[in-house]
Nanobody
Framework: QVQLVESGGGLVQAGGSLRLSCAASGRAFNRYIMGWFRQAPGKEREFVGAIRWSSGSTLYADSVKGRFTISRDNAKTTVYLQMNSLKPEDTAVYYC?????????????WGQGTQVTVSS
């Protein structure tokens, strides 16, 4: 069973930075796609970005492109979300997700979420 544990959320002022971590365990992840979603109060959960573990190729939502960067550490089986130039509209609970299918359209595995709050 795959387990995903997020950390690194918190309160930051607009323009600041945060780095979220997602520690993965339970499987060999070389064929997985992993990514980040977020859900703001009163809104639906939305895709933020993803990384293919084997190739390291990444994909981002337009709303975060150029500000957020996803990376992975093979030795630690950890995925990171580096968030720069944060805006109040980035405030949300951020979730790590993973799937073996190569797509995150309906991820099989989810973390518990970590709160990110950006003050203006």
């Amino acid at each position: 069973q795959v387990q995903l544990v997020e950390s690194g959320g918190g309160l930051v002022q607009a323009g600041g930075s945060l780095r979220l971590s997602c520690a993965a365990s339970g499987r060999a992840f070389n064929r997985y796609i992993m990514g980040w979603f977020r859900q703001a109060p009163g809104k639906e959960r939305e895709f933020v970005g993803a990384i293919r573990w084997s190739s390291g190729s990444t994909l981002y939502a337009d709303s975060v492109k150029g500000r957020f960067t996803i990376s992975r550490d093979n030795a630690k089986t950890t995925v990171y979300l580096q968030m720069n130039s944060l805006k109040p509209e980035d405030t949300a609970v951020y979730y790590c997700a993973a799937d073996y299918s190569g797509s995150l359209s309906k991820p099989t595995y989810w973390g518990q979420g970590t709160q990110v709050t950006v003050s203006s």
